[in-house]
């Protein structure tokens, strides 16, 4: 689907190619700009504490490129279904008109949010997909923009298909689809990069997902903290602020940490290989 939006035939080879190739391109390069911008360039700001672990940043990589490329090939069949028009995927807006268009993206933006939601927090509450699926992206304590798609592939398939399958449950503009794929693994690389610049309670912003990834079993969401509140998964990263090591949050000085806070990320260091 996405090769036929970009003109390319809508062979499996080719479909795999433009999946691992391309979102391996896009991924590398959102993630290398926000480590420049964040972990190097103006580290002394965002990250003072941060030192390179060249194990844990190798780690990292390699679990990156395993996930796009096994994500890729695990994808496949959802797409070629898509390509043999077996969904309600469709290309003219006028089809179903522009109220469709902002109708479908409160409903994709719900049914994403809730099943992965539930897919998450079951890879947190069963051991073995904690153990053999979901573990491998907890490796990275303190995570940085490269921890954003380090999993395991069938951990990222998993938490990505609710996006994949969404044309087989209501109607979806192709430009819809490729938007909400592009706009989550950017998102993804935004809440692992421990810089956060919007701090809406509603939002799954990143000090919430930094604090998912200190505390492991808080702040399962997407986009959102509905599910976390109405479960009691919750945890705030400003009213739970004397428990946030210093350092492991980037604060601008109007929110400095207290002298309660523990130092230096509590000794705690991240990420094995
Ligand atoms: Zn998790
Ligand atoms: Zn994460």
């Known amino acids: 689907m996405i090769a036929q939006l970009l003109g390319l035939p809508d062979t499996p080879l080719v479909m795999f190619l433009v999946f691992a190739g391309g979102g391996m391109l896009y991924f590398f ?30 780690s990292a990589l390699k679990w990156v490129i395993i996930g796009i490329v096994g994500n890729g090939a695990l994808m496949l069949p959802i797409h070629l279904l898509i390509a043999k028009n077996y969904s309600q995927m469709y290309y003219d807006v006028s089809d179903h008109g522009w109220a469709w268009i902002f109708g479908q993206v409160v409903l994709l933006l719900i049914f994403t949010e809730t099943l992965i939601y539930w897919t998450h927090y079951a890879f947190h509450r ?47 503009h192709a430009v819809v689809y490729v938007a909400s794929v592009t706009f989550v693994t950017l998102w993804a690389v935004c809440i692992h990069d421990r810089v956060s610049f919007f701090r809406w309670p509603w939002l799954n912003y990143t000090d919430h997902h930094t604090l998912h990834h200190w505390y492991s079993d808080f702040n399962l969401g997407q986009y959102f903290t509905f599910w976390d509140r109405i479960v009691g998964t919750y945890r705030s990263p400003t009213i739970d602020y004397e428990d946030v090591p210093d350092g492991l949050i980037y604060r601008p000085k109007s929110m400095a940490p207290t002298s309660t806070a523990p130092t230096a990320l509590g000794g705690r260091s991240a990420n094995p290989a």
């Open 29 to 58: 390069i959102i993630a290398s700009v926000a480590y420049y911008v964040y972990f190097k360039k103006f580290r002394a700001h965002f990250h003072p504490d941060y030192e390179l672990d060249p194990k844990e940043m190798k």
């Open 126 to 172: 069963v051991p073995w997909l904690w153990k053999y699926v979901h573990e491998r992206h907890h490796k990275y304590v303190v995570p940085t923009p490269y921890s954003a798609l380090s999993f395991n592939p069938m951990d990222s398939f998993l938490q990505a298909v609710p996006h994949h399958i969404a044309a087989f449950f209501f109607p979806l």
